[in-house]
């Protein structure tokens, strides 16, 4: 799992020749994939004491959670998958689905100690064995890949499209997801992968409108995340690339001219010099801050532009989102919000998107103006939110206060976006299945009052 992304890969791996058709040709389209209703826990297995996982445990906790289905992720002992096949008859008495979760070369020595065992990063073999454990298992139904397009130059269109023929051949209907994070949920992603894969699970929402935002783009409702300027994850930049909305205004008659607006930016994390969130009247830069170094938090910023004003009836406005020094993989979302002035008539708000001029240089992506344009609905690739559920995990994610109640709230927050068509399903992330967890009764309390009542 990311905290912050400027990897480099050092795992290769050389895809074989061989195709594989559309998901929907491959014998289970991706709309069929979460037709049983997906309230899933991942990860933070309990173990006994030689270190092999508690398989009865696990399942106790499971159906007290009230859990459809738990990822089960190879990677902290070479044991994982002996001890997954002792777990799948067990999880399939206590009609619990499965999905294998693997880590990528990211997350692989020697960025870290372990792999997952025994295949490795040989993720067509990898490919293979899980479907044929699923033929065995009926309830292993898909695999997931962590931090997936953090790893794109690996897990190609091309190799993954061989991946999945490897899988498929043995087992049409096992599914594959990759691990996405929200800034990687682009316009280019979906045309590159959607025919490949049956799903995604994208992993810790800001709020409620990141979940609608991205379910869009999966559904082909939208193109671009709204009222926002990107540098979407995996993108490549260079110095002066950049993304802007730009409005006019009017200046209005006294000597005090201030613009007033929300904002908010995502994987802020502590490296500094690459990214630049900037205010400009009519090309000069009046405010500026780097989105490295500060902890990503809604804040109001107030700037006084009266110097730059001063003489003018009419100023142009931009906000830019512009590049100092390049990046290889260092995605940010810079969101706009409630624009306020005095002594200026802009001609619409940050509420009115689609009435601003948008620019870009390079990969830069600006959510304003004429690519706000509808999408046509042509497909809709299923999604499953993944949200924080531990103390560390939900206070890295969402600072503090990290407290049992608030992480009940954020997952509150994604099952109300399941319920209303916004996301596909559920997983908790990291959730304490000990038996001293505050948060794991809330959480129970969550997943019963919000799965669908059984016919």
Known sequence: MRILRIPVILCVL????????RAEDAGRGPAKLLSHPQFADYDAEPRLSNGRVDTDRLISRL?????????????????DWDDLKIFLPKAAKAKLEVWVYLVPPSESPPHTTLYSEPFRCNYERWAEEIARLSLQHPNLTAWVIDDFYANHTVFTPAYVRQMQSHAKRINPHLAF???????????RFVEQYREIIEGVVAAYPQDRQEINDAGAILSDMAVVFPGQLDCPGGTPSNVGDFAAATISATVLAGDRQVVRFSQQNDNAGQVTGYHFKQLLVDDKVVWEEDVGGKKPKQREV????????????????????????????FGVRWRLMDLQTEGLEPAADFREPQKWLASHRGGLEAGFGEALRPGKAQFHIPYVVMTAASVEEFRLRHDDPASPQRMADWLRMCFEARRDGKCDGVVTYCLDKGAGSEFFPLAAKLFHDYRPAKK
């Open 14 to 21: 050389v895809p074989c020749l061989g195709t594989i058709g």
């Open 63 to 79: 159906k007290e959670l009230g859990a459809t289905t738990y990822y089960w992720l190879i990677f902290h002992a070479p044991t």
């Open 177 to 187: 997801l990759p691990l996405m994070y929200f800034d990687e949920i682009t316009r």
């Open 302 to 329: 107030t700037v006084d532009v009266s110097r730059y004003t001063s003489g003018k009836a009419n100023v142009n406005l931009t906000f830019r989102l512009f590049e100092k020094k390049p990046v290889y993989n």
